[in-house]
C-alpha cells in the first residue's frame, strides 16, 4: 500500500540539544510500525514533530500527500491522525463517553444555531455520536464504565479511555506512545490484541514500545532510534540481530564481563 | 420500571414548581420582595455566564461585571440618546455587543498563559469601569443615564413590578436553556475538554485559543443581556456598579452552587443575594460572611454546594442510606 507520512531529513534541537539528527522514515497506509530506543532517544520527540506540537528545527513532513511541516497539531488531527500520550491524558472530570465524543469533534457537521434550536440534524447527530461512541467502548471492552468520571478509573482503563478516544476521530493513523506502561503481562496481551484488531478496522499504527515482545510479534517494521539518530530500520529479525541495535541496548562486547 | 418513575416524578415537581412560580407576582405584593426575586433571576443569568467560562472551560474570569457594563449601558446609551430606537434592537445589541468585546478580548489574549489571562481580566474590568465613569459625554459619568426606559415589546410596556417579573423569568428561561443546550453540545464538551486538558484538547483537533475566545463571547452575550435587563428595571446606569468587587460576587455566585451545576448557578444567586436581604448585619459584613461561606466550602463541599460530593449528593447518600437501613 503507498505510503502516508513522509518524515525527511527531520532534525529537531531545544535551545543547542540536538534532540532528533537527521531522521528519514515512511510509513504505508498498512502497517503497524514500531519504534524503540532507550529512554532519552528522542522516541516521544519524534511523535511531536510529527504532530505538529514542536516544529522541526529542519526538514519537512509531508502526511497524506500533504506538506504539513509548520501546521498546528489541529490541522494534523484535521488531516487523520490520532494519538496517546506516555503519561496518560484523559479528561479527567468528564465521563468517558463524553471522552470518546470529544475524539469525534472535527466530524460534528452541528452549527450554533441547530445547537441552539435543537434542530432534528442536531438531535439526530448527537444520537448517533453516542451510539457510535458505545461502540467503541464496546469493542474496547469498557462500555460498563461510560458513565464514569475518568480519573477515577483504574490506569488501565484510563488507557483504554484514551485509544476510545483516538479511535473516536476516525484517524487513518494512529500514534500510541507506550501503551503497556504500567501493564501487567496479562493487560499487555490483551492489548496486543487490541492493537492487532485496530490496524485491521483500517487505520496505520505507529507504537512506542519498550516491550520487545509487543514489538516483535506485531510490528511489519521496526524503527531503532538512540541518542536522536535513526540506527535502523528493518523487520524485527533484523532488528534483532544487528549489531548497532544490540551495541545501542546493551552495550559493545568487552564493555563489561555481564555481557554474553 | 422504578427509577423511570422516579425521574418522571422529578420532572412534575419541576414543572409544577415552575408553574407555581409564576403566579408569585399575583399572590405577593410586596414591592421589595418582588424586586429581591426579580434581582436573584437576573443575577442567575450572570452566574451561569460566569459558570460557561470558570465552571466548563476553565479559565479564571475576574471582569465579569464590565461584561455587564457594556451591556448596561449599550442599551441605556441607544434608547436614551436615540428616541425612537426599538427595545429590541438595542437589548439583543447589548448582547451582541457584550459578545463582540469578549471575543476580542479572547482573540487578543490567544497565547496569554493562565494566570496572566486572569490578571488581564481585572484590568478590561477596571479600564471598563474608569472609561464609563469618565467618558461623560457618552456615558454621562459619575452622573450616569437616567430614564432609561423599561421593556417594550410588541408594544406591551413591562413598566411594573409584576410585568417585569414575567419578562425577567421568561428571559432567565430562555437564557437557561439556551446554555444548557450549548453545554450538552460539542461545543460544550471541547470547552470540559479545554479546562481538563488543554494540549489533548488539540489533539483531538480543537482549536484551543479559537474555542476559548468563543466560550468568552458566548458567555458575555449572556452577561450583555443580562446588564440591559438589569438597567431597563433600575431604569438608571450608574458606572459604581460596574467594579471589580461586583465581579468577585458574581464568581462566588457560581461557584457556591458549584461549578459545573447549571442549577446550581440560580441557587448561589439566590443566596448571595437573599441572605443580606435578610439580615442586615449579614448586609453590613457580607463581604467577611462570604469569605467565610468560601472557606467552610472549600472544606466540606470544595465543587459547591450542587457539586460533585456537594450538599445536594451528601443529603442524596443519606436519604439512601436511611433507606438502606430500614
Not at chain 1, 514500531?34 to 509531508?62: E, Q, R, W
Not at chain 1, 465524543?101 to 466530524?107: D, Q
Given at each position: 500500500?503507498?505510503?502516508?507520512?513522509?518524515?525527511?531529513?527531520?532534525?529537531?534541537?531545544?535551545?543547542?540539544?540536538?534532540?532528533?539528527?537527521?531522521?528519514?522514515?515512511?510509513i504505508?497506509?498498512?502497517?503497524?510500525?514500531?519504534?524503540?530506543?532507550?529512554?532519552?532517544?528522542?522516541?516521544?520527540?519524534?511523535?511531536?514533530?510529527?504532530?505538529?506540537?514542536?516544529?522541526?528545527?529542519?526538514?519537512?513532513?509531508?502526511?497524506?500527500?500533504?506538506?504539513?511541516?509548520?501546521?498546528?497539531?489541529?490541522?494534523?488531527?484535521?488531516?487523520?491522525?490520532?494519538r496517546?500520550?506516555?503519561?496518560?491524558?484523559?479528561?479527567?472530570e468528564?465521563?468517558?463517553?463524553?471522552?470518546?465524543?470529544?475524539?469525534?469533534?472535527?466530524?460534528?457537521?452541528?452549527?450554533?444555531?441547530?445547537?441552539?434550536?435543537?434542530?432534528?440534524?442536531?438531535?439526530?447527530?448527537?444520537k448517533?455520536?453516542?451510539?457510535?461512541?458505545?461502540?467503541?467502548?464496546?469493542?474496547?471492552?469498557?462500555?460498563?464504565?461510560?458513565?464514569?468520571?475518568?480519573?477515577?478509573?483504574?490506569?488501565?482503563?484510563?488507557?483504554?479511555?484514551e485509544?476510545?478516544?483516538?479511535?473516536?476521530?476516525?484517524p487513518?493513523?494512529?500514534?500510541?506512545?507506550?501503551?503497556?506502561?504500567?501493564?501487567?503481562?496479562?493487560?499487555?496481551?490483551?492489548?496486543?490484541?487490541?492493537?492487532?484488531?485496530i490496524?485491521?478496522?483500517?487505520p496505520?499504527?505507529?507504537?512506542?514500545?519498550?516491550?520487545?515482545?509487543f514489538m516483535?510479534?506485531?510490528?511489519?517494521?521496526?524503527?531503532?532510534?538512540?541518542?536522536?539518530?535513526?540506527?535502523?530500520?528493518?523487520?524485527?529479525?533484523?532488528?534483532?540481530?544487528?549489531p548497532?541495535?544490540?551495541?545501542?541496548?546493551?552495550?559493545?562486547?568487552?564493555?563489561?564481563?555481564?555481557?554474553a | 420500571?422504578?427509577?423511570?418513575?422516579?425521574?418522571?416524578?422529578?420532572?412534575?415537581?419541576l414543572?409544577?414548581?415552575?408553574?407555581?412560580?409564576?403566579?408569585?407576582?399575583?399572590?405577593?405584593?410586596?414591592?421589595?420582595?418582588?424586586?429581591?426575586?426579580?434581582?436573584?433571576?437576573?443575577?442567575?443569568?450572570?452566574?451561569?455566564?460566569?459558570?460557561?467560562?470558570?465552571?466548563?472551560?476553565?479559565?479564571?474570569?475576574?471582569?465579569r461585571?464590565?461584561?455587564?457594563g457594556?451591556?448596561?449601558?449599550?442599551?441605556?446609551?441607544?434608547?436614551?440618546?436615540?428616541?425612537?430606537?426599538?427595545?429590541?434592537?438595542?437589548?439583543f445589541?447589548?448582547?451582541?455587543?457584550?459578545?463582540?468585546?469578549?471575543?476580542?478580548?479572547?482573540?487578543?489574549?490567544?497565547?496569554?498563559a493562565?494566570?496572566?489571562?486572569?490578571?488581564?481580566?481585572?484590568?478590561?474590568?477596571?479600564i471598563?469601569?474608569?472609561?464609563?465613569?469618565?467618558?461623560?459625554?457618552?456615558?454621562?459619568?459619575?452622573?450616569?443615564?437616567?430614564?432609561?426606559?423599561?421593556p417594550?415589546?410588541?408594544g406591551?410596556?413591562?413598566?411594573?413590578?409584576?410585568?417585569?417579573?414575567?419578562?425577567?423569568?421568561?428571559?432567565?428561561?430562555?437564557c437557561?436553556?439556551?446554555?444548557?443546550?450549548?453545554?450538552?453540545?460539542?461545543?460544550?464538551?471541547?470547552?470540559?475538554?479545554?479546562?481538563?486538558?488543554?494540549?489533548?484538547?488539540?489533539?483531538?483537533?480543537?482549536?484551543?485559543?479559537?474555542?476559548k475566545?468563543?466560550?468568552?463571547?458566548?458567555?458575555?452575550?449572556?452577561?450583555?443581556?443580562?446588564?440591559?435587563?438589569?438597567?431597563?428595571?433600575?431604569?438608571?446606569?450608574?458606572?459604581?456598579?460596574f467594579?471589580?468587587?461586583e465581579?468577585?460576587?458574581?464568581?462566588?455566585?457560581?461557584?457556591?452552587?458549584?461549578?459545573?451545576?447549571?442549577?446550581?448557578?440560580?441557587?448561589?444567586?439566590?443566596?448571595?443575594?437573599?441572605?443580606?436581604?435578610?439580615?442586615?448585619?449579614?448586609?453590613?459584613?457580607?463581604?467577611?460572611?462570604?469569605?467565610?461561606?468560601?472557606?467552610?466550602?472549600?472544606?466540606?463541599?470544595?465543587?459547591?454546594i450542587l457539586?460533585?460530593?456537594?450538599?445536594?449528593?451528601?443529603?442524596?447518600?443519606?436519604v439512601?442510606?436511611?433507606?438502606?437501613?430500614?
Open positions: 500500500m503507498s505510503e502516508i507520512l513522509c518524515i525527511k531529513n527531520v532534525s529537531k534541537s531545544f535551545s543547542g540539544l540536538k534532540a532528533l539528527s537527521d531522521i528519514n522514515l515512511s504505508n497506509g498498512d502497517e503497524i510500525f514500531g519504534i524503540i530506543g532507550p529512554n532519552g532517544a528522542g522516541k516521544t520527540t519524534l511523535f511531536n514533530v510529527i504532530t505538529g506540537f514542536d516544529k522541526p528545527s529542519a526538514g519537512t513532513i509531508t502526511l497524506f500527500g500533504q506538506d504539513m511541516t509548520n501546521k498546528i497539531t489541529t490541522e494534523y488531527c484535521l488531516s487523520g491522525i490520532a496517546t500520550f506516555q503519561n496518560i491524558r484523559v479528561f479527567g468528564m465521563s468517558v463517553l463524553k471522552n470518546t465524543m470529544v475524539g469525534m469533534h472535527k466530524n460534528m457537521r452541528s452549527n450554533l444555531s441547530d445547537i441552539l434550536l435543537c434542530t432534528r440534524k442536531n438531535r439526530i447527530e448527537e448517533a455520536a453516542v451510539e457510535n461512541a458505545m461502540e467503541i467502548l464496546n469493542f474496547l471492552g469498557i462500555a460498563g464504565d461510560a458513565g464514569t468520571i475518568s480519573s477515577s478509573l483504574p490506569y488501565g482503563k484510563q488507557r483504554k479511555v485509544i476510545a478516544r483516538a479511535l473516536a476521530s476516525s487513518k493513523l494512529i500514534l500510541l506512545d507506550e501503551p503497556t506502561a504500567g501493564m501487567n503481562p496479562q493487560e499487555t496481551e490483551d492489548l496486543m490484541e487490541l492493537v492487532a484488531q490496524r485491521k478496522l483500517g496505520a499504527v505507529i507504537v512506542i514500545e519498550h516491550n520487545i515482545k516483535m510479534s506485531l510490528s511489519n517494521r521496526v524503527a531503532v532510534l538512540n541518542f536522536g539518530k535513526l540506527l535502523a530500520v528493518d523487520t524485527p529479525e533484523n532488528i534483532q540481530k544487528n548497532e541495535v544490540i551495541e545501542a541496548y546493551l552495550g559493545k562486547e568487552g564493555d563489561s564481563d555481564d555481557v | 420500571m422504578k427509577s423511570d418513575n422516579k425521574a418522571d416524578m422529578k420532572k412534575l415537581a414543572f409544577a414548581f415552575l408553574v407555581l412560580f409564576l403566579a408569585i407576582p399575583q399572590v405577593v405584593h410586596n414591592t421589595y420582595m418582588l424586586k429581591v426575586i426579580i434581582n436573584v433571576m437576573l443575577y442567575s443569568i450572570i452566574a451561569l455566564s460566569v459558570n460557561l467560562i470558570v465552571g466548563f472551560c476553565g479559565l479564571l474570569d475576574f471582569g461585571s464590565a461584561f455587564a457594556l451591556g448596561t449601558y449599550f442599551l441605556a446609551i441607544t434608547l436614551t440618546r436615540y428616541g425612537n430606537f426599538p427595545f429590541f434592537l438595542a437589548f445589541g447589548a448582547g451582541l455587543f457584550s459578545a463582540s468585546v469578549g471575543w476580542l478580548l479572547g482573540m487578543l489574549c490567544q497565547k496569554t493562565f494566570d496572566y489571562l486572569t490578571l488581564i481580566t481585572l484590568g478590561v474590568n477596571e471598563v469601569r474608569v472609561i464609563l465613569l469618565n467618558w461623560q459625554s457618552a456615558t454621562g459619568g459619575a452622573i450616569g443615564i437616567m430614564g432609561v426606559p423599561s417594550n415589546l410588541f406591551f410596556h413591562f413598566d411594573t413590578h409584576r410585568r417585569f417579573f414575567y419578562f425577567a423569568y421568561a428571559l432567565l428561561a430562555i437557561y436553556i439556551l446554555i444548557r443546550r450549548l453545554t450538552r453540545s460539542h461545543y460544550g464538551r471541547a470547552f470540559e475538554a479545554i479546562r481538563d486538558d488543554a494540549i489533548a484538547a488539540s489533539y483531538s483537533a480543537i482549536n484551543v485559543p479559537k474555542y475566545a468563543l466560550c468568552f463571547s458566548f458567555a458575555s452575550f449572556f452577561t450583555g443581556i443580562a446588564g440591559a435587563a438589569m438597567v431597563s428595571y433600575t431604569n438608571y446606569a450608574s458606572p459604581y456598579n467594579t471589580i468587587d465581579s468577585l460576587i458574581m464568581m462566588q455566585m457560581a461557584i457556591l452552587g458549584g461549578l459545573g451545576s447549571l442549577p446550581g448557578c440560580i441557587l448561589g444567586a439566590a443566596i448571595l443575594i437573599i441572605a443580606p436581604e435578610i439580615s442586615r448585619t449579614i448586609y453590613d459584613y457580607r463581604l467577611l460572611v462570604m469569605g467565610i461561606l468560601m472557606v467552610i466550602l472549600m472544606v466540606f463541599a470544595p465543587n459547591g457539586g460533585k460530593n456537594g450538599v445536594g449528593e451528601r443529603m442524596v447518600d443519606i439512601r442510606i436511611r433507606r438502606a437501613e430500614k
